[in-house]
Structures are given as structure tokens and as C-alpha cells.
């Protein structure tokens, strides 16, 4: 993530952060109208999401985010669009998601010039043989640094202790897969 704009957030300059939220509002309500919420929800849901951005900020969460602002909020974003809409109790169809899905800017693993070594080639390709939900789990706790409660914020997991099981599950079977 562009370390300009994490300065920008931790340090509270108004005219900066401004910017920041000004150039992606429209950008996210447009992609938020393809979920069928309307013009008022996603205006508190993108306010929302870019809040959780400057709290992430400040905690030093996103230190270690290697992709863009706009692909992050729109990932906090997108989370909290999926929680209104079961607040809503509605549904949305799979072929919209789906498009909506492959709408989404995808980010290159980076690693700086650097040669992967083997444990991370490994650790990389058995990663993409686990199942999507372990994937999702691992990735929001790890690569994301979101804490076991935000996953549980954030997914359609129950409970703490469900998002706890499932985590020890993923990596216990990652481990196993390493070792084969």
C-alpha cells in the first residue's frame, strides 16, 4: 500500500484524507449498485469502510498490505455489503456476483525482486489447493491482519470459536500438505 496514504490516515491531515476518500467514493458506489442496495446504504457502508481503513491504519494494520488503497477499502467494503444484505435478508444472484467477482481488480502477489525460497513455493502452491473458504479465513487473518472477531464481522461465520476451529483446521491441513 502506498505509504503516503497510510501517513496520511494515521497523521490526520484533513485535506489529504479528503482526496483519499473523495477518489474513491464514486468508484465504490458504482460498484456497490451491482448488489441492488440503494444510493443511501452504500454512501454509509463506504463511509464505514473508510473509517475501518484509517482505524486499520492507525493499529498498523496495513504495514504489511502489499495491495492498493482502493482494492483494500473496496475488500473491507465489499464485506460489509454482504452483511447488509443478509440484514436485509436479501439475495443476490450467483451470475451477478459472479460478475461483480471478476470485476474486481486483481492484485500480483509481490515479492519486492526477491526469489521465492523453497518453503515459499510451497507454501504458495498448496495454498492455492486448499478450499475457498480456507483460503478466505487464512488470507483476512493473515495477509489482511484482521483479528478472529473482525473475520467473524465480516464473513457468515457464527461465532469466535467457529472462525478459531476453522483456522486451526486450514493450517493443520496446509501443514499436511506441506509435509507430502
Known amino acids: 500500500m502506498e505509504k503516503n496514504h497510510i501517513v496520511s490516515l494515521i ?24 448488489y441492488g442496495l440503494d444510493y443511501d446504504d452504500l454512501v454509509d457502508i463506504y463511509q464505514e469502510a473508510f473509517i475501518a481503513l484509517r482505524k486499520y491504519a492507525i493499529s ?8 492498493s488503497l482502493k482494492t483494500y477499502l473496496f475488500g473491507i467494503g465489499k464485506y460489509m455489503i ?12 450467483y451470475d451477478t456476483l459472479k460478475k461483480v467477482e471478476d470485476s474486481i481488480e486483481v492484485v500480483p502477489f509481490e515479492t519486492e525482486n526477491e526469489e521465492l525460497t523453497i518453503e515459499q513455493q510451497l507454501l504458495r502452491s498448496h495454498f492455492k489447493k486448499l478450499g475457498k473458504k480456507c483460503q ?42 506441506i509435509k507430502l
Do not use: W
Not at 141 to 151: A, M, N, Q, V
Open 11 to 34: 497523521h490526520s491531515k484533513p485535506k489529504e484524507i479528503d482526496n483519499l476518500y473523495t477518489s474513491n467514493r464514486d468508484a465504490f458506489l458504482n460498484f456497490g449498485k451491482k
Open 60 to 67: 498498523g494494520k496495513l504495514n504489511k498490505v502489499k495491495s
Open 82 to 93: 454482504y452483511d447488509r444484505l443478509k440484514e436485509l435478508n436479501k439475495t443476490v444472484n
Open 136 to 177: 478466505e479465513v487464512l488470507t483476512l487473518f493473515y495477509s489482511r491482519g484482521l483479528t478472529i472477531d473482525e473475520i467473524v464481522e465480516c464473513t457468515n461465520y457464527t461465532n469466535n470459536s467457529v472462525v478459531r476451529s476453522q483456522k486451526s483446521r486450514c493450517i493443520k491441513t496446509l501443514k499436511n500438505m
